[in-house]
Every structure is written in C-alpha cells, then in structure tokens.
T-cell receptor
Framework: RKEVEQDPGPFNVPEGATVAFNCTYS??????FFWYRQDCRKEPKLLMS???SGNEDGRFTAQLNRASQYISLLIRDSKLSDSATYLC?????????FGKGTRLSVIA | DAMVIQNPRYQVTQFGKPVTLSCSQT?????MYWYQQKSSQAPKLLFH???????NEADTPDNFQSRRPNTSFCFLDIRSPGLGDAAMYLC??????????????FGPGTRLTVT
C-alpha cells in the first residue's frame, strides 16, 4: 500500500462548482498534514496546513480524520485560476511524503 | 523577499557528463531538501540536511551526491547522468520538522535534460 494515495483525476468542473478531494495515508504515526498546489511545470506551493479540528481559508476547507487516516480538501465556488494539481502531503516521523496529486481543471 | 533560489532554471547535459545544480536560501532555515520530480509523479526525496547532518534516502542512487558548505547553500551533484535522470529537481527548505509542523518552501526547480 502506498504511503499517501490520491485519486489522480482529472477532475473537470465548471466555474462556480464545489469540488472535493480525498487522500488516505498508511502510517498511523503521521504527525503533520498539508495540501500543496502545483501549477504545470512549477514548484509546489503550500495551500494550507490541515489541523485535527479542521480549518478553513476563504473558499478552501481542509479536514483531517485520524481514525480513518484520511484528509480532504473542499473548494467552493471554483475559479479558473484554481486549475492545478493538488498534492496531499503527510509528515511521518521522516520528512514529508507526497501523494501523486489530483489534477483539477476548472472550465468556463 | 526571503526565498529559495535555484540555478540554473534549465540545464542540458550530455549522457555521462557530471553536472551540478545549486540552491540557496535567505530564509535561514536549518533544513534543506533535494527532490526529483518526473512528469505526473510525486516529488521524490533524494536527501536532506539537518544543518550539516546529511540524510540519504535508502533508494537514492550513488550517482547522486550532495554538499552543503553553509546554511545558505546546498548543491546536488550528478556524477554520471543517465537518460533516466532527466527530471525537475526541486530544492526545499524548512525549519526543523522534529520541533513543529513546519511546512517546506520550494525553489522554482531546475529542469534537467540529458542528451
């Protein structure tokens, strides 16, 4: 089983739609959780950290379920500029482990 | 602005010809990382430094070496590049993740082509 698994997509959604991504991780000792965004041929950039209580940043909401070992990202009111690959990232006792990413295309 | 800088942004080398990629940071982070990312794949950690303490991933080929002469700079040396080493190489920094949930900051990457 891979350490961090994501649905690769692509998710093709119209502008204004709500879209949700899920991610599962295998190491129950994982300690920190993040969502990164990566545009085509660019470096990953931190979108948001994920806290046990869940957290929201504008149109983005992240949730963590430690019992089921999954993390989610919800994007409301999708914009064209949200088109990117979203990487689920988990820190086990070793440095960060990246999922392969979920590709999102927001269509006008 | 504090940042992570990588040079060059694009590097073309010949099969078997040694190449060095460089990374510098103005964030004063004590941890630096090198990742390899191929198309449609997750970034793969090659090695990282906690200060001068070098940590090699078990599956990183011997062909890949690294140097960190000081806090600000880190180098990736590929001794004999093969066609399979063509990829984006990403440098990242962070504060010590053993002491908190610190995110990593990435440089823009160096895209390596091997001919």
């Amino acid at each position: 089983r891979k350490e961090v698994e994501q649905d690769p997509g692509p998710f093709n959604v119209p502008e204004g739609a709500t879209v949700a991504f899920n991610c599962t991780y295998s190491n129950s000792a994982s300690q920190s959780f993040f969502w990164y965004r990566q545009d085509c041929r660019k470096e990953p950039k931190l979108l948001m950290s994920v806290y046990s209580s869940g957290n929201e940043d504008g149109r983005f909401t992240a949730q963590l379920n430690r019992a089921s070992q999954y993390i989610s990202l919800l994007i409301r009111d999708s914009k064209l500029s949200d088109s990117a690959t979203y990487l689920c990232v988990v820190r086990t006792p070793t440095p960060l482990v990246f999922g392969k990413g979920t590709r999102l295309s927001v269509i006008a | 602005d504090a940042m992570v800088i990588q040079n060059p942004r694009y590097q073309v080398t010949q099969f078997g010809k040694p190449v060095t990629l460089s990374c510098s940071q103005t964030l004063n982070h004590n941890v630096m990382y090198w990742y390899q990312q191929k198309s449609s794949q997750a970034p793969k950690l090659l090695f990282h430094y906690y200060d001068k303490d070098f940590n090699n991933e078990a599956d990183t080929p011997d062909n890949f070496q690294s140097r960190r002469p000081n806090t600000s700079f880190c180098f990736l040396d590929i001794r004999s590049p093969g066609l399979g080493d063509a990829a984006m190489y990403l440098c990242a920094t962070s504060r010590d993740p053993r002491r908190g949930a610190y995110e990593q900051y990435f440089g823009p990457g160096t895209r390596l082509t091997v001919t």
